[in-house]
């Protein structure tokens, strides 16, 4: 488009509002699962991982397991019964971000391939590409986990399950109106 004056094409503006990107995400949230490891260490000094799972559209949380050393074949078993848990509304998922762990096998996607789930890496250090489940690591931490000393796997467990039940029944998010993920 030409300058009013006359002086050639007309400088492009910045874009003001959502990238594409972030136009896809809105419109795809029903359909994306993310998932990512936080770890814990206990009083004990020992670490332990949990792998969380988080639905974008309603920001439920589920978690998939806990363990203190986690493999690809142990991943990919605790994705498989995740996928048996949410039964019939694993159907809606269309994709999972996740990063590049080397725990996250052929396997690992091959199970999520096999419901019709397309797998989205994020790029290296890319912590923003998974934002969702970051966040949420991160409120774990603030709101639980920096509170309270954990003594082993099963404490991590029996913590993490009132969390998680508190974060997706009685929680407000922002981003929900105000409502929790589970109502």
């Known amino acids: 488009m030409e300058d009013p004056q006359g002086r050639g094409p007309r400088p492009v503006t910045p874009r003001s509002g959502p990238t594409w990107q972030q136009q896809f995400v809105t419109a795809q949230a029903h359909a994306i699962l993310a998932i990512d490891f936080a770890h814990v260490d206990t009083v004990y000094l020992r670490r332990l991982y949990v792998l969380i799972v988080i639905e974008h559209a309603t920001r439920r949380v589920h978690i998939a397991g806990i ?34 762990d080397a725990k996250f096998t052929r ?39 920096n509170n309270i000393l954990i ?17 997706n029944t009685h929680r407000p998010h922002r981003s929900l109106d105000q409502q929790a993920p589970a109502t």
């Open 67 to 100: 363990t203190a050393h986690p493999s690809g074949d142990w991943v990919t078993q605790q994705v498989r019964d995740l996928l048996m848990d949410l039964a019939d509304r694993a159907e809606q998922f269309r994709f999972l971000i996740r990063d590049r």
């Open 107 to 145: 396997a690992f996607d091959g199970v999520f391939h096999g419901d019709g789930i397309n797998i989205i890496q994020t790029p290296p250090q890319a912590r923003r590409a998974n934002a969702i489940a970051e966040r949420w690591i991160g409120t774990l931490r603030r709101e639980c986990l």
């Open 151 to 167: 003594t082993g796997p099963r404490h991590l467990e029996q913590v993490l399950t009132e969390f998680v039940e508190h974060h």
